[in-house]
C-alpha cells in the first residue's frame, strides 16, 4: 500500500482544495453590498434582532435608487452635450422627476443650483397678431387724416 500524506483542511477537515466562498450579494444578483448593510443595521442599533432577509431587501432598494438617479442624471448630462454628469445634473435629474423629487423634497444637493423657472406673471404680454399687420387695419385716428 501507498502511504501518501493527506493534506489536512481548515479544521481538521480532509482534503485539500476548499471551495470558493460566494458572497450573499452575488447569491442575490446585487452590486450593492448586502453583508457590509447587514452589519451596518446590526451596529446601528435599529432593531434588537435583524431578519436575514432584510440587508438583501435594503440593498436591492438603494442599488433600485442609485440606478434610477445615475440614469437621469445621465441623460440630463447628454441633453447637455455633456460626457460626464456632475451635480448640476443630479440636481435637474431629481427635480424634473416627481417621484424623485418627493422623495428628496428636503434635501439639498451640493452646486446643484436651482431649476430655470420664470413665473409667468413677469413675462412680458404676448399680442396676438404682429406689428405690421395691427397698422395696415387700423383706421386713422383723426378724421381729417381719412379724408385725406
Known amino acids: 500500500m501507498e502511504s501518501g500524506k493527506v493534506t489536512r483542511g481548515a479544521g481538521?477537515?480532509?482534503?485539500?482544495?476548499?471551495?470558493?466562498?460566494?458572497?450573499?450579494?452575488?447569491?442575490?444578483?446585487?452590486q450593492f453590498p448586502v453583508g457590509r448593510i447587514a452589519r451596518f443595521l446590526k451596529k446601528?442599533?435599529?432593531?434588537q434582532r435583524t431578519g436575514s432577509g432584510a440587508p438583501i431587501y435594503l440593498a436591492a432598494v438603494l442599488e433600485y435608487?442609485?440606478?434610477?438617479?445615475?440614469?437621469?442624471?445621465?441623460?440630463?448630462?447628454?441633453d447637455n452635450k455633456k460626457t460626464r454628469f456632475n451635480p448640476r445634473h443630479v440636481q435637474l435629474a431629481v427635480r424634473?422627476?416627481?417621484?424623485?423629487?418627493?422623495?428628496?423634497?428636503?434635501v439639498t444637493i451640493?452646486?446643484?443650483g436651482v431649476l430655470?423657472?420664470?413665473?409667468p406673471v413677469l413675462l412680458?404680454?404676448?399680442?396676438?397678431?404682429?406689428?405690421?399687420?395691427?397698422?395696415?387695419?387700423?383706421?386713422?385716428?383723426?378724421?381729417?387724416?381719412a379724408a385725406a
Not at 485539500?16 to 446585487?30: E, F, I, N, P, Y
Open 65 to 78: 435608487l442609485a440606478a434610477e438617479v445615475l440614469e437621469l442624471a445621465g441623460n440630463a448630462a447628454r
Open 96 to 106: 424634473n422627476d416627481e417621484e424623485l423629487g418627493k422623495l428628496l423634497a428636503g
Open 116 to 119: 430655470p423657472n420664470i413665473n
Open 12 to 30: 481538521g477537515r480532509k482534503g485539500g482544495d476548499r471551495k470558493k466562498s460566494v458572497s450573499k450579494s452575488v447569491k442575490a444578483g446585487l
Open 124 to 145: 412680458p404680454k404676448k399680442t396676438g397678431h404682429s406689428d405690421a399687420s395691427e397698422k395696415a387695419t387700423k383706421s386713422p385716428k383723426s378724421p381729417k387724416k
Open 110 to 112: 451640493a452646486s446643484g
Open 44 to 47: 446601528g442599533r435599529y432593531a
